[in-house]
């Protein structure tokens, strides 16, 4: 699908300069988000960040902690896995599709054209989702999951990703049109040559829309002192097929999934509530500041203190 888009634009004048115009824009987009050095990055949309690196860099690690999607606008970045290159750059996305460690560089960067790209990490309920509104179309079974997988960007991908980062510059749509970006994004994934990988992000259909159901419950009850038990109840299942259930379809146990959701609602709260941080841990959750600190530095790479800071002060 994406290889025949990127052939028609090939031989059609006008497709391409409407490429070329989309990406350029999702390249003014990124670089205006992107206001520092390394990450940063969006408070008011989790799961959200921005990269931008002035040189051709080494990272020992980066690990993901569930279903993400790499766009890149300007440069290039390989990711390893165990001895397997995933190679990305304007042309090409990368999804990741549960939890890994990578080693990655950068390896196209100068200050006059650093890297930018952006990293989404995509919510498994609304992969969940998705799949259970495609149910009815035929499609290959997953044979095995597979950590990463690299696809052409074509013009559908091109436009969610501008369409989802122009929203967020503006509060009433970055509240209505973002979350309808980010599904049809997801949709864009799930009908091109992605769709295996990310459908392996979310395990198999079985109990999907129970586990759907379970993460719409974690989600409401981000501030409440929940526990697997309380989530298994919700959706009539035992605890031990929930819990197994749930990691084979979120590829996160539900514990994490849980913690991951309070760490972002926290740095929401310290960010556009203007929350301290020991306040923003109790309304998360957390009975222990430095576990919730521990917490987020593991998850975000800086303390909530100095991450709260630079975005009051930027």
């Given at each position: 699908m994406a290889q025949t888009s990127h052939l028609l634009a090939r031989s059609?004048?006008?497709?391409?300069?409407?490429?070329?115009?989309?990406?350029?824009?999702?390249?003014?987009?990124?670089?205006?988000?992107?206001?520092?050095?390394?990450?940063?990055?969006?408070?008011?949309?989790p799961g959200l960040l921005f990269l931008r690196i002035s040189n051709p860099?080494?990272?020992?690690?980066?690990?993901?902690?569930?279903?993400?999607?790499?766009?890149?606008?300007?440069g290039q970045k390989i990711s390893s896995y165990r001895g397997v290159d995933f190679?990305?750059?304007p042309s090409?996305?990368?999804?990741?599709?549960?939890?890994?460690?990578?080693e990655g560089k950068v390896v196209e960067a100068t200050p006059e054209r650093p890297f930018l790209a952006f990293c989404y990490s995509i919510p498994p309920d609304v992969i969940a989702k998705?799949?259970?509104?495609?149910?009815?179309?035929?499609?290959?079974?997953?044979?095995?999951?597979?950590?990463?997988?690299?696809?052409?960007?074509?013009?559908?991908?091109?436009?969610?990703?501008?369409?989802?980062?122009?929203a967020l510059e503006e509060p009433l749509e970055r509240r209505v049109v973002a979350p309808l970006a980010v599904e049809e994004l997801v949709f864009r994934l799930l009908r091109s040559d992605a769709a295996a990988a990310v459908r392996s992000a979310v395990g198999q259909p079985p109990d999907t829309d129970k586990i759907q159901l379970a993460m719409q419950f974690l989600r409401s009850n981000v501030e409440r002192s929940v526990s697997v038990d309380?989530?298994?109840?919700?959706?009539?299942?035992?605890?031990s097929h929930f819990a197994h259930r749930f990691r084979a379809v979120a590829r996160v146990s539900p514990m994490r999934y849980l913690?991951?959701?309070?760490?972002?609602?926290?740095?929401?709260?310290?960010?556009?509530?203007?929350?301290?941080?020991?306040?923003?841990?109790?309304r998360a959750g957390y009975e222990s500041t430095s576990h919730f600190t521990r917490d987020f530095r593991g998850l975000f790479g800086t303390s909530p203190?100095?991450?709260?800071?630079?975005?009051?002060?930027s």
């Open positions: 059609n004048p006008h497709a391409a300069a409407q490429d070329a115009a989309r990406a350029g824009e999702l390249l003014e987009l990124v670089a205006r988000a992107a206001t520092s050095e390394g990450e940063t990055g969006n408070p008011l949309f860099s080494s990272f020992r690690t980066w690990q993901a902690f569930g279903p993400s999607l790499a766009v890149v606008a300007q190679t990305y750059d090409r996305y990368l999804v990741v599709t549960g939890e890994a460690e990578f998705m799949l259970l509104t495609l149910a009815h179309e035929k499609v290959e079974p997953v044979a095995e999951t597979v950590p990463a997988f690299v696809g052409t960007v074509d013009r559908p991908i091109l436009d969610c990703a501008v369409r989802l980062l122009r309380d989530v298994a109840r919700h959706v009539a299942m035992s605890p913690k991951q959701l309070r760490l972002h609602h926290a740095r929401t709260l310290m960010v556009a509530e203007g929350l301290r941080v020991g306040e923003a841990a109790a203190g100095e991450y709260a800071r630079h975005f009051r002060d």
